[in-house]
């Protein structure tokens, strides 16, 4: 089993349509929960980070962490076709045998809103 | 404020010759990392640093090579290359590990024929 899994899509809507994008993953020792955004050819670009249970709002994105169930999620409403991207999420938590943090990434869910 | 830069954008290398991939940071991240990005398989740490002179390897090291001399740069190093090593490459920095994300550069796309 995958530590973190993600759906990959394709996922097409229609332009203003509410979009929920969502991790589950299986380790329970995680304690930090970023969305990155990438677009075609280019680098991912952090979009929102989490440390709790609880939600989180920047804009028309909101970021969901459910860590009983260990899942995660992100929502994005009033899509636009440039939100146009492949959303990726991560998670990491302390090692102390290295005395740093494993950050892991899902796969990615590519995201098309359609005009 | 340029962020990460990485060179070079594209290179199509030939089985068994060599090439260094080049990463700069001007925010001043103690952190840096190597990733590759393959369809499907999300993003794999190849090597990181925690500060100039440190580094240590990730998941898939096997291959290739790093230094860090400087806090500004950190550049990648494949030997003897070979198609296995077709993919993306992305260098990104942070503060720390603890918090916050990374900032990625814009990727170096490798082909090994």
């Known amino acids: 089993q995958k530590e973190v899994e993600q759906d990959p899509g394709p996922l097409s809507v229609p332009e203003g349509a509410i979009v929920s994008l969502n991790c589950t993953y299986s380790n329970s020792a995680f304690q930090y929960f970023m969305w990155y955004r990438q677009y075609s050819r280019k680098g991912p670009e952090l979009l929102m980070y989490t440390y709790s249970s609880g939600n989180k709002e920047d804009g028309r994105f909101t970021a969901q962490v459910d860590k009983s169930s260990k899942y995660i999620s992100l929502f994005i409403r009033d899509s636009q076709p440039s939100d146009s991207a492949t959303y990726l999420c991560?998670?990491?938590?302390?090692?102390?045998?290295?005395?740093?943090?494993?950050?892991?990434f899902g796969t990615g869910t590519r995201l098309k809103v359609l005009a | 404020n340029a962020g990460v830069t990485q060179t070079p954008k594209f290179r199509i290398l030939k089985i068994g010759q060599s090439m260094t991939l080049q990463c700069t940071q001007d925010m001043n991240h103690n952190y840096m990392y190597w990733y590759r990005q393959d369809p499907g398989m999300g993003l794999k740490l190849i090597y990181y640093s925690v500060g100039a002179g440190i580094t240590d390897k990730g998941e898939v090291p096997n291959g290739y090579n790093v230094s860090r001399s400087t806090t500004e740069d950190f550049p990648l190093r494949l030997e003897l290359a070979a198609p296995s090593q077709t993919s993306v490459y992305f260098c990104?920095?942070?503060?720390?590990?603890?918090?916050?994300?990374?900032?990625f550069g814009s990727g170096t796309r490798l082909t090994v024929v």
């Open positions: 991560a998670m990491s938590f302390f090692l102390t045998t290295s005395g740093t943090y494993k950050y892991i």
């Open positions: 990104a920095s942070s503060y720390g590990t603890r918090i916050g994300g990374y900032t």
